[in-house]
């Protein structure tokens, strides 16, 4: 439970970080389109089933207060969530994003927690069309590596962890038995601002 209200405050921050995407000054569109590249068969279907399931409790919780308040259009806009199956292959997963863009529109791409491969080919569209990608990454190094080469902008990782980054002298986590460190703060510390 703990995670999916992790989730769904991050889907409702980053919507409202980003909701000039949406078009001020149109009209109010019907719903925020999200849409979802999941691997839901295949060798991470594990992932993408657990992805699936907090990202569709988090839609529910959002659509049953009204939505998310847009203030530039002074109401509530409801979630629209588009799942469709990347079936574990990375080279799905971007054509199936762009697919999300170009044809049914979305507003945003999110994805849960999935190995790193998973990644490139939606954060490369999600830039390309300039839609927000909004992902749990797992470790932090490959992530950084990723982004380095990609210069994802439009793409943002929460629930990054360091397997190689030590723990700071003086965190609890500096002991024995601590061999992965939780670093949202860390690395801000250490790598700046890789949104």
């Given at each position: 439970?703990?995670?999916?209200?992790?989730?769904?405050?991050?889907?409702?921050?980053?919507?409202?970080?980003?909701?000039?995407?949406?078009?001020?000054?149109?009209?109010?569109?019907?719903?925020?389109?999200?849409?979802?590249?999941?691997?839901?068969?295949?060798?991470?279907?594990?992932?993408?089933?657990?992805?699936?399931?907090?990202?569709?409790?988090?839609?529910?919780?959002?659509?049953?207060?009204?939505?998310?308040?847009?203030?530039?259009?002074?109401?509530?806009?409801?979630?629209?969530?588009?799942?469709?199956?990347?079936?574990?292959?990375?080279?799905?997963?971007?054509?199936?994003?762009?697919?999300?863009?170009?044809?049914?529109?979305?507003?945003?791409?999110?994805?849960?927690?999935?190995?790193?491969?998973?990644?490139?080919?939606?954060?490369?569209?999600?830039?390309?069309?300039?839609?927000?990608?909004?992902?749990?990454?797992?470790?932090?190094?490959?992530?950084?590596?990723?982004?380095?080469?990609?210069?994802?902008?439009?793409?943002?990782?929460?629930?990054?962890?360091?397997?190689?980054?030590?723990?700071?002298?003086?965190?609890?986590?500096?002991k024995p038995g601590y061999t992965i460190v939780d670093t949202w703060a860390e690395m801000l510390k250490l790598y700046g601002d890789i949104n």
């Amino acid at each position: 439970m703990r995670n999916i209200n992790k989730l769904l405050l991050e889907i409702v921050l980053i919507i409202f970080c980003v909701c000039p995407i949406l078009g001020y000054g149109q009209q109010a569109p019907e719903a925020i389109m999200v849409g979802a590249p999941l691997p839901l068969t295949g060798m991470y279907a594990g992932f993408g089933e657990g992805a699936l399931f907090g990202i569709k409790a988090a839609v529910d919780d959002i659509n049953k207060l009204g939505g998310v308040y847009v203030k530039e259009y002074g109401k509530r806009i409801p979630i629209k969530l588009i799942v469709v199956n990347n079936e574990s292959d990375p080279m799905k997963g971007g054509s199936l994003a762009e697919d999300l863009i170009v044809r049914s529109r979305v507003h945003f791409l999110v994805s849960g927690d999935q190995p790193p491969p998973m990644h490139a080919g939606v954060a490369t569209v999600s830039d390309r069309y300039k839609v927000p990608y909004v992902t749990c990454s797992g470790p932090l190094e490959p992530w950084s590596e990723m982004r380095t080469k990609g210069k994802w902008e439009y793409s943002w990782a929460t629930g990054l962890f360091a397997i190689a980054t030590p723990a700071p002298q003086g965190d609890f986590r500096a002991k024995p038995g601590y061999t992965i460190v939780d670093t949202w703060a860390e690395m801000l510390k250490l790598y700046g601002d890789i949104n």
